[in-house]
């Protein structure tokens, strides 16, 4: 039995029916005739491509960003919004207090006797003069640590074995404060920085804004590649596995830190490259200068701060007790609990 259905009128006196027919007429495509052979690509007569029949995805589409990218990606261009309207409050707030500051000094000298006024600039001279000399100074000390007696070089090799990218930024500082130590020391090293390249090198010269302006050598090939046998019998490796305990300090020599995060993870790490390269081993003598809590484990920086206490001292007792950090210290409390423990 056929039934049929009476279209209901719309109040544009067209049917719904009428509609449904024309947008079905409009979505319905026209004969497929064939695809292209190879391309899976199906034309109409007239030549028009109708769809990717069986076929890959189209070169030019693009597949579309899970909703966790698109998180991270709306975050991140949040963020860099964030960060550019910080900027230009910052720096409308820094040209606020300048223009306060020359309000200021104007009014200040505006309001002196000209007796006063001599008087005035003939000391602010003197003292612009005094800071200019204090940073030539400076400057020049920076520039004697390329002709020190005593060097340090800080192997940069083991990149790979820390985390990227919080550990890389943290031996990024170690470096930082490190080279801010040797400025401010009265008998600097002389600084060499191996393996600082790729990637790694990258990420050192974004978190140490003025690294390409120390005064140190920085290489990006290893101690092997860049160093020949004679330069390596100059070289001293630092390392609390080594049965050799450093004396003293001598001029000449290259005291060699491996520049890592340790963890106390890599137990032997640098003893055992610095056999493989045929270099003199040795350990820093803090056992028996300073009693610690835990492993004997430092920072490159509080290594590096122990050389240079050496040399401003001439005690070891003395340069480890400033390098190494309170916390880090056994109290006697702790330790006359551990001798009493032993003695039970």
Known sequence: MTMTTTPATTTEGETEGARVEDVAAE??????????PGTGVATKEDGAVVENVGGAAAPSEQQPLSKNAQKRARRAELHAERKRARKEQEKEAKAARRDAQRAEFHAKINAMSEEEKDKYFTERKERLDAKRRDAEAKREAKRAQLSSEYGCLIDCEFSELMTRPKEWSSFAHQCRYLYERNCKAPTPFKLTFTGVAGEFGEHMRRSIGGYDHWHVISREDTIAESMSEEERASLVYLTADSENELSTLEKGKTYVIGGFIDRNRHKGLTHTKAKELGIAHARLPISENLKMTGATVL?????????????????????????????????????????DAEAS
Not at 27 to 36: K, L, R, S, W, Y
């Open 299 to 339: 920072t490159v920086n509080q290594a590096f701060d122990i050389l240079t206490r050496f040399l401003e001292f001439g005690d070891w007792s003395q340069a480890v007790a400033a390098a190494v950090p309170q916390r880090k210290v056994n109290s006697g409390k702790d330790a006359n609990a551990s001798e």
């Open 27 to 36: 979505e319905t495509p026209g004969p497929v005739v064939g695809a292209e």
